[in-house]
Nanobody, 115 residues
Framework: QVQLVESGGGLVQAGGSLRLSCGAS????????MGWYRQAPGKQRELVAG???????NYADSVKGRFTVSRDNAKNTVSLQMNSLKVEDTAVYYC?????????WGQGTQVTVSS
């Protein structure tokens, strides 16, 4: 079992920045693919950014150039640096870990961007 705990959400004005962190416990997740998803009210959960065990990253088109995902395998953490935030980035952000069919989710952290 893997437990994921997100932190760093909050309220920020449009154009501002936030950094989300996700700490994993229970198992070493260096072999896991890690990702950040978000879900806005009334919308489906969507992938925001992912990072493989080897460090390859991918991003949703809507956040390319603004968000950066990174991982620290020594600390068992994954982070999401969010810059130039927009009102439409408002959502609950979830951390995700995947390996060999195992999928784990964090409880989510709220990000609210005001105009």
């Amino acid at each position: 079992q893997v437990q994921l705990v997100e932190s760093g959400g909050g309220l920020v004005q449009a154009g501002g920045s936030l950094r989300l962190s996700c700490g994993a416990s229970g198992r070493i997740v260096s072999r896991f693919g890690m990702g950040w998803y978000r879900q806005a009210p009334g919308k489906q959960r969507e992938l925001v950014a992912g990072i493989t065990s080897g460090g390859t990253t991918n991003y949703a088109d809507s956040v390319k150039g603004r968000f950066t995902v990174s991982r620290d395998n020594a600390k068992n953490t994954v982070s999401l640096q969010m810059n130039s935030l927009k009102v439409e980035d408002t959502a609950v952000y979830y951390c995700n870990a995947i390996w060999l069919g195992e999928i784990y989710w964090g409880q989510g952290t709220q990000v609210t961007v005001s105009s």
